[in-house]
Nanobody, 122 residues
Framework: VQLQASGGGLVQAGGSLRLSCSVS????????MAWFRQASGKEREFVVF????????YYVDHVKGRFTISRDNAKNTVYLQMISLKPEDTAVYYC????????????????WGQGTKVTVSS
């Protein structure tokens, strides 16, 4: 299974970006998906997950109302729409896949993308 994250870039505070995570090697509908991020000098942190069916999502508090995860199983792609971006959102964003359950614990994920960098300027 391979995950390819894309869509990062430089944006001004208040702007928007949409990240994509393309999955190959396995049907997306069999995977729970999540986004994590890691700012420079900090530990990787959980951002959001979506269940295999898409029925359940869970966001870390400080992105609620600004970030939206979605999945297109037909395209084997997961998206992270980010609006009202803040400088503190600056990080490398990683998509992750789980064959079993989705949680906030990065150790539960079986596959990881390479990361896409998001930089939000003030």
């Amino acid at each position: 299974v391979q995950l390819q994250a894309s869509g990062g870039g430089l944006v001004q505070a208040g702007g928007s970006l949409r990240l994509s995570c393309s999955v190959s090697g396995r049907t997306l509908s069999s995977l729970g998906m999540a986004w994590f991020r890691q700012a420079s000098g900090k530990e990787r942190e959980f951002v959001v997950f979506v269940s295999k069916s898409g029925a359940s999502t869970y966001y870390v508090d400080h992105v609620k109302g600004r970030f939206t995860i979605s999945r297109d199983n037909a395209k084997n792609t997961v998206y992270l729409q980010m609006i009202s971006l803040k400088p503190e959102d600056t990080a490398v964003y990683y998509c992750a896949a789980s064959t079993v359950v989705v949680t906030t614990n990065s150790k539960q994920y079986d596959y990881w993308g390479q990361g896409t960098k998001v930089t939000v300027s003030s």
